[in-house]
């Protein structure tokens, strides 16, 4: 048999031709000429760039196909990686039924990364290792970190100090304002959230956190922002109120958020000399604070000053820890380091087992396994997060520090167990790997989706090929719908593959997607491509459809008039089958509207009934029992109508529609689901996140809340920089995670896209607009006249005590003959309720008016 080093660009025609019979059977469709090249490669390494609709799964089997059968590797010498299990036992079903028709295919199997790991520590060590809990269930992780921290704090004072650290000055983001140059820049900063201190009142800057943190800490009460008991205004209604108060002291403390001024005609100097004097006239005790940076890199600096002040004061009322110690020798508990220990422990009494504790714990169950895993990479790791400011360099120092005597005690349980978790699996079967230990007996390997591979997974597969030289990687991926860098999937192992892989690396792009149109293959690509760092392909469909493929809808509007709309469509195609392509258009249009309203006006009559009691009339009763309530009036007719005497009809497909959300909690429960489900039989309805949604497809797609924000899409909201610091560098370029994320929504639809968005413009997302503007979209104003040409359906049914059971006949025989029905501006919607005094009084005259509302919308060219 040649080689396949002997397949090149001068006979590859002659191989494709020997093997296309294999490649137009191995699937239930011929693979096409870009997917028979990728599966002939002869490259030590191969990167088939499949985008979305394009066949990656069958390239996959064709490419196992064409080893077996040019004898080029068994069965068992071929290994197939997936991420999730569920993509590797979907891979594992399909290229057994596929392959087994032909060959005997004992021994292969796909499996994921960790399966692979598993099997090698087991091959090494001679027993299977047994998987930690912590590492699959995050709430034993939480519970564990949790035990951790309480114990390192009441053990280790280094660590106890670290947790009141993190209260005091971390989480509140204390930052002085003599760390800024501008003063703009310093209110911004502290405008962006509320400052709470450790006790949990609410300051207005950050010295004032600082200084009632430290009070905490020395066991002073205070009360904040106290007002002064005598007649004294710094302004028209603005009488004066200290910073603070210390009641046992009966000392007033003034903070001012700025060094000490060296100019003392300054605002800030003046002020100050003004309270002095206040106090002075009164009689009161009293002293002002300055800022100084260093109090923030040593708190107890400012716990010495202030118990100096204290005592300057002349008081020995203070019953605080620290400063009932301090009288007789001020600096002797604060000092000593057990008694520093001893007062942060009592301060973070205060704190244990509240929301601000448990979040914490939440946060370092994120950084524990990124920092694991970042310490098992061999080498230096210069893709670091930028930190932008001093409040993050100490944030970023804190958390590493709080972390890594977590990680210990996490490495010291999974070895007095006898445990292992999913990362220290790959690690240590990467060192059996490259020590030799364990013999790779593969000679081809196959990954799928290889854009969301991870630094730890690619380490493994890089010691697989030093090991073996010889050995053949193709890998299928798509860089465009890279979206877990979240969880550690590097992008740069996909746009650089050649130089992170193998210098002769081949890359062969898959162009025809069997998914969606070429409307939307257009608007799709050219929105992705805006970023410069993803890999250059030009995708284009098999379908040549040009017709409008993405919506913009207001998002006032609900999802009920679109899906109303989708289950028009589907009742005209069940009318039309079983009724025949000659009814005319007024009249379905016409019976389809009121089927709707009836079912409508049914489903509020017994709402009404079960939640007022009233009592319908007879004739309003008769009617309802008379009306069928699903389907038109002409499929009602003949439920049982027969297939040119081939039995009875089939049932209608149902369309399926996929609702996607960038936030999970903006979704529809399942309450609304089921709602849905009863009011649109036609349709197939599913919810999703965008991140969950890949691998999936639609017929139609419904895009959530498509708005600026931090719940908008994109995101605004911040990346946290410790996370960050762990996580493989982003490309710098804006939003580029989230533009994947928004290629992946707009690409799992089949036929039409819905972006749902707010009606004020300049709140609709940057997506929205450049879509728009990149399209040249045309905007389809609310002209009413035109709606009612055919573009909105209205209908109202007037129900009283004469009304028979042919209504639905009636109406339509007014709507043929052109005759206008009766208008009422009432719409039945799911974003609001009409008040239930309202209804029971229309229902008392026997009138109910039911309208279909109109869908207002943009839509892209």
Same mark, same amino acid.
């Not at 090494?124 to 912590?134: F, I, M, Q, S």
């Given at each position: 048999?040649?080689?396949?080093?002997?397949?090149?660009?001068?006979?590859?025609?002659?191989?494709?031709?020997?093997?296309?019979?294999?490649?137009?059977?191995?699937?239930?469709?011929?693979?096409?000429?870009?997917?028979?090249?990728?599966?002939?490669?002869?490259?030590?390494?191969?990167?088939?760039?499949?985008?979305?609709?394009?066949?990656?799964?069958?390239?996959?089997?064709?490419?196992?196909?064409?080893? *077996?059968?040019?004898?080029?590797?068994?069965?068992?010498?071929?290994?197939?990686?997936?991420?999730?299990?569920? #993509?590797?036992?979907?891979?594992?079903?399909?290229?057994?039924?596929?392959?087994?028709?032909?060959?005997?295919?004992?021994?292969?199997?796909?499996?994921?990364?960790?399966?692979?790991?598993?099997?090698?520590?087991?091959?090494?060590?001679?027993?299977?290792?047994?998987?930690?809990?912590?590492?699959?269930?995050?709430?034993?992780?939480?519970?564990?970190?949790?035990?951790?921290?309480?114990?390192?704090?009441?053990?280790?004072?280094?660590?106890?100090?670290?947790?009141?650290?993190?209260?005091? *000055?971390?989480?509140?983001?204390?930052?002085?304002?003599?760390?800024?140059?501008?003063?703009?820049?310093?209110?911004?900063?502290?405008?962006?959230?509320?400052?709470?201190?450790?006790?949990?009142? !609410?300051?207005?800057?950050?010295?004032?956190?600082?200084?009632?943190?430290?009070?905490?800490?020395?066991?002073?009460?205070?009360?904040?922002?106290?007002?002064?008991?005598?007649?004294?205004?710094?302004?028209?209604?603005?009488?004066?109120?200290?910073?603070?108060?210390?009641?046992?002291?009966?000392?007033?403390?003034?903070?001012?958020?700025?060094?000490?001024?060296?100019?003392?005609?300054?605002?800030?100097?003046?002020?100050?000399?003004?309270?002095?004097?206040?106090?002075?006239?009164?009689?009161?005790?009293?002293?002002?604070?300055?800022?100084?940076?260093?109090?923030?890199?040593?708190?107890?600096?400012?716990?010495?000053?202030?118990?100096?002040?204290?005592?300057?004061?002349?008081?020995?009322?203070?019953?605080?820890?620290?400063?009932?110690?301090?009288?007789?020798?001020?600096?002797?508990?604060?000092?000593?380091?057990?008694?520093?220990?001893?007062?942060?422990?009592?301060?973070?009494?205060?704190?244990?087992?509240?929301?601000?504790?448990?979040?914490?714990?939440?946060?370092?169950?994120?950084?524990?396994?990124?920092?694991?895993?970042?310490?098992?990479?061999?080498?230096?790791?210069?893709?670091?997060?930028?930190?932008?400011?001093?409040?993050?360099?100490?944030?970023?120092?804190?958390?590493?520090?709080?972390?890594?005597?977590?990680?210990?005690?996490?490495?010291?349980?999974?070895?007095?167990?006898?445990?292992?978790?999913?990362?220290?699996?790959?690690?240590?079967?990467?060192?059996?790997?490259?020590?030799?230990?364990?013999?790779?007996?593969?000679?081809?390997?196959?990954?799928?989706?290889?854009?969301? !591979?991870? *630094?730890?997974?690619?380490?493994?597969?890089?010691? *697989?090929?030093?090991?073996?030289?010889?050995?053949?990687?193709?890998?299928?991926?798509?860089?465009?719908?890279?979206?877990?860098?979240?969880?550690?999937?590097? !992008?740069?192992?996909?746009?650089?593959?050649?130089?992170?892989?193998?210098?002769?690396?081949?890359?062969?792009?898959?162009?025809?997607?069997?998914?969606?149109?070429?409307?939307?293959?257009?608007?799709?690509?050219?929105?992705?491509?805006?970023?410069?760092?993803?890999?250059?392909?030009?995708?284009?469909?098999?379908?040549?459809?040009?017709?409008?493929?993405?919506?913009?809808?207001?998002?006032?509007?609900?999802?009920?008039?679109?899906?109303?709309?989708?289950?028009?469509?589907?009742?005209?195609?069940?009318?039309?089958?079983?009724?025949?392509?000659?009814?005319?258009?007024?009249?379905?249009?016409?019976?389809?509207?009121?089927?709707?309203?009836?079912?409508?006006? !049914?489903?509020?009559?017994?709402?009404?009934?079960?939640?007022?009691?009233?009592?319908?009339?007879?004739?309003?009763?008769?009617?309802?029992?008379?009306?069928?309530?699903?389907?038109?009036?002409?499929?009602?007719?003949?439920?049982?109508?027969?297939?040119?005497?081939?039995?009875?009809?089939?049932?209608?497909?149902?369309?399926?529609?996929?609702?996607?959300?960038?936030?999970?909690?903006?979704?529809?429960?399942?309450?609304?689901?089921? #709602?849905?489900?009863?009011?649109?039989?036609?349709?197939?309805?599913?919810?999703?996140?965008?991140?969950?949604?890949?691998?999936?497809?639609?017929?139609?797609?419904?895009?959530?809340?498509?708005?600026?924000?931090?719940?908008?899409?994109?995101?605004?909201?911040?990346?946290?920089?410790?996370?960050?610091?762990?996580?493989?560098?982003?490309?710098?370029?804006?939003?580029?995670?989230?533009?994947?994320?928004?290629?992946?929504?707009?690409?799992?639809?089949?036929?039409?896209?819905?972006?749902?968005?707010?009606?004020?413009?300049?709140?609709?997302?940057?997506?929205?607009?450049?879509?728009?503007?990149?399209?040249?979209?045309?905007?389809?104003?609310?002209?009413?006249?035109?709606?009612?040409?055919?573009?909105?359906?209205?209908?109202?049914?007037?129900?009283?005590?004469?009304?028979?059971?042919?209504?639905?006949?009636?109406?339509?025989?007014?709507?043929?003959?052109?005759?206008?029905?009766?208008?009422?501006?009432?719409?039945? #919607?799911?974003?609001?309720?009409?008040?239930?005094?309202?209804?029971?009084?229309?229902?008392?005259?026997?009138?109910?008016?039911?309208?279909?509302?109109?869908?207002?919308?943009?839509?892209?060219?």
């Amino acid at each position: 048999m040649q080689p396949l080093d002997s397949i090149n660009n001068d006979n590859s025609a002659a191989w494709l031709a020997r093997y296309a019979d294999l490649f137009d059977s191995i699937e239930s469709t011929p693979l096409t000429p870009e997917q028979r090249q990728a599966c002939i490669s002869n490259a030590p390494a191969t990167l088939v760039l499949a985008g979305a609709g394009t066949g990656k799964t069958s390239t996959l089997t064709g490419r196992a196909a064409f080893l *077996m059968a040019h004898g080029l590797a068994q069965p068992d010498e071929i290994l197939c990686l997936a991420f999730a299990r569920e #993509a590797a036992l979907e891979i594992d079903t399909r290229l057994k039924r596929r392959l087994a028709a032909r060959w005997p295919i004992q021994g292969f199997a796909a499996s994921t990364f960790h399966s692979l790991g598993l099997r090698i520590v087991r091959e090494v060590e001679g027993k299977a290792p047994v998987l930690t809990e912590l590492c699959s269930d995050r709430q034993k992780l939480t519970a564990f970190i949790h035990e951790q921290m309480l114990h390192l704090a009441a053990t280790s004072a280094q660590y106890a100090g670290l947790l009141f650290e993190y209260f005091a *000055m971390i989480e509140p983001g204390l930052a002085l304002s003599c760390e800024f140059s501008e003063r703009c820049a310093y209110l911004a900063k502290n405008s962006a959230h509320l400052l709470q201190t450790v006790r949990g009142d !609410i300051v207005r800057f950050s010295f004032d956190c600082l200084v009632a943190n430290t009070l905490c800490l020395m066991g002073i009460e205070y009360e904040y922002r106290k007002h002064y008991p005598y007649p004294v205004f710094l302004g028209r209604r603005r009488p004066y109120q200290s910073t603070f108060y210390l009641r046992e002291a009966n000392v007033y403390v003034d903070v001012f958020d700025c060094v000490r001024p060296i100019d003392e005609r300054c605002v800030a100097a003046t002020l100050s000399r003004r309270l002095a004097g206040i106090h002075q006239y009164y009689g009161t005790h009293h002293f002002i604070l300055w800022e100084a940076p260093e109090y923030l890199l040593d708190i107890w600096q400012l716990v010495e000053l202030l118990n100096r002040k204290i005592i300057e004061c002349g008081t020995a009322a203070c019953k605080g820890r620290g400063a009932t110690a301090c009288n007789n020798n001020p600096n002797r508990q604060i000092r000593n380091r057990q008694g520093r220990a001893d007062m942060q422990r009592a301060c973070l009494q205060l704190l244990v087992g509240s929301v601000r504790w448990f979040s914490l714990v939440d946060s370092l169950a994120t950084v524990l396994p990124l920092y694991l895993q970042s310490k098992a990479q061999l080498g230096p790791d210069a893709r670091r997060a930028e930190l932008k400011g001093a409040w993050e360099q100490r944030r970023m120092v804190n958390i590493t520090a709080l972390v890594q005597p977590l990680a210990t005690a996490y490495k010291v349980r999974l070895q007095t167990q006898g445990e292992i978790d999913f990362d220290d699996m790959i690690a240590r079967a990467t060192q059996y790997v490259a020590s030799g230990r364990f013999v790779v007996p593969w000679r081809d390997i196959l990954i799928d989706e290889f854009q969301d !591979i991870s *630094m730890p997974r690619f380490a493994l597969i890089a010691a *697989m090929l030093r090991q073996r030289p010889d050995l053949r990687l193709f890998c299928v991926g798509d860089d465009w719908q890279a979206i877990y860098r979240f969880a550690g999937s590097d !992008i740069r192992y996909s746009t650089q593959f050649s130089e992170y892989v193998h210098p002769q690396a081949r890359i062969v792009p898959l162009s025809c997607t069997f998914r969606f149109n070429q409307a939307l293959c257009n608007v799709s690509s050219r929105f992705l491509m805006k970023n410069p760092f993803q890999n250059r392909k030009r995708l284009f469909a098999a379908s040549n459809d040009l017709r409008l493929v993405v919506t913009v809808a207001r998002q006032e509007d609900g999802l009920a008039v679109i899906l109303s709309k989708l289950q028009q469509a589907q009742t005209r195609w069940m009318y039309v089958t079983q009724c025949g392509d000659h009814i005319p258009e007024t009249l379905f249009q016409s019976t389809c509207a009121v089927s709707f309203a009836l079912r409508a006006g !049914i489903r509020l009559m017994k709402w009404i009934v079960a939640r007022t009691g009233f009592t319908m009339p007879t004739g309003l009763m008769s009617a309802v029992a008379d009306i069928h309530p699903v389907g038109c009036s002409a499929c009602v007719a003949a439920p049982a109508q027969t297939t040119a005497g081939h039995g009875p009809a089939p049932s209608p497909p149902k369309d399926s529609v996929l609702i996607l959300a960038r936030f999970a909690h903006l979704l529809p429960d399942s309450d609304r689901l089921s #709602a849905y489900a009863e009011r649109y039989p036609g349709l197939q309805i599913s919810v999703s996140t965008v991140h969950a949604s890949k691998g999936l497809e639609a017929d139609y797609v419904l895009i959530l809340n498509m708005e600026q924000g931090i719940y908008g899409f994109p995101s605004s909201r911040h990346a946290d920089l410790v996370i960050e610091h762990f996580l493989p560098q982003p490309e710098c370029f804006e939003h580029a995670d989230e533009r994947r994320l928004f290629y992946v929504a707009l690409t799992r639809a089949r036929k039409h896209v819905w972006l749902l968005v707010p009606q004020d413009i300049k709140k609709r997302s940057v997506f929205v607009r450049e879509l728009l503007q990149e399209n040249k979209a045309t905007v389809c104003s609310f002209d009413k006249r035109r709606l009612a040409r055919g573009g909105r359906w209205k209908v109202i049914i007037r129900l009283g005590h004469s009304c028979s059971s042919n209504l639905a006949v009636k109406i339509a025989r007014r709507l043929r003959s052109g005759r206008r029905l009766h208008a009422h501006e009432t719409t039945l #919607a799911d974003r609001q309720e009409r008040p239930v005094a309202g209804i029971v009084d229309k229902v008392k005259r026997s009138f109910i008016g039911i309208g279909v509302g109109a869908e207002k919308k943009n839509r892209i060219i």
